[in-house]
């Protein structure tokens, strides 16, 4: 019986089919602690593997600082901490890791253009981050070197990168010129200003080896 109640919910509220950007709802979801800690924890737990979002729990604390924090009703549509927890809990709940875990991520959204948003899309994510990380010309943070002049200018260049390859984290993670290993060096340079400093031009536009994001000028 409660199988059957549990999939006319799923029915009634329609489902994950790749259409909309909120997950179907879990039933019997316990209520999670909105925090960095809480989130890490959960993220590193269920998201495993070629699902690894983080190459440890330093860069996931980091990088979380760096989240508006939202709240946990936040399911899909906001770029926040709290639609990361819900994915990072639903990436467990429902078994589907491979569908969630990016949701919870970094990029808050699988990276290849084909896919919808979910916590923000990809290049929303990405220079949300790239501002509050390595800062911006228009407003730089000491000792840090910016790449881009603004958010708007981040979202322009964005829009031209290889979204092909999936975020990998760890030493592996996709190298070569594209978004997904621009993100992933984000999330080391979240950890310090030293850091900051080696991994910021890491994320630029334009990259030349042995820039590990290196590839060809942008026109």
Do not use: W
């Amino acid at each position: 019986m409660r199988k059957v109640l549990l999939m006319i919910a799923l029915v009634g509220c329609g489902g994950d089919d790749g259409n909309n950007n909120i997950d179907a709802a879990i039933d019997g979801r316990p209520q999670l602690t909105l925090d960095c800690a809480t989130y890490c924890s959960t993220i590193s737990a269920n998201c495993t593997a070629a699902n690894t979002q983080y190459a440890d729990a330093n860069h996931c604390m980091a990088t979380c600082n760096k989240f508006t924090v939202g709240t946990s009703a936040d399911m899909g549509g906001q770029n926040t901490l709290g639609c990361r927890l819900y994915h990072a809990q639903n990436a467990m709940l429902s078994g589907d890791p491979a569908t969630h875990c990016p949701h919870a991520g970094p990029a808050g959204a699988a990276i290849s253009a084909a896919n919808p948003a979910v916590c923000g899309d990809a290049c929303t994510s990405f220079c949300s981050l790239e501002i509050a990380i390595c800062g911006s010309l228009d407003a730089p943070i000491s000792g840090v070197p910016a790449q881009y002049q603004n958010v708007a200018a981040c979202m322009t260049a964005c829009g031209n990168f290889n979204k092909s390859k999936p975020l990998v984290a760890g030493t592996t993670n996709s190298p070569g010129d594209s978004l997904a290993c621009r993100i992933y060096h984000l999330t080391n340079a979240a950890i310090s200003t030293a850091n900051a400093t080696t991994h910021c031009p890491h994320t630029q536009m334009t990259t030349t080896a042995p820039n590990p994001c290196a590839g060809t000028p942008m026109p």
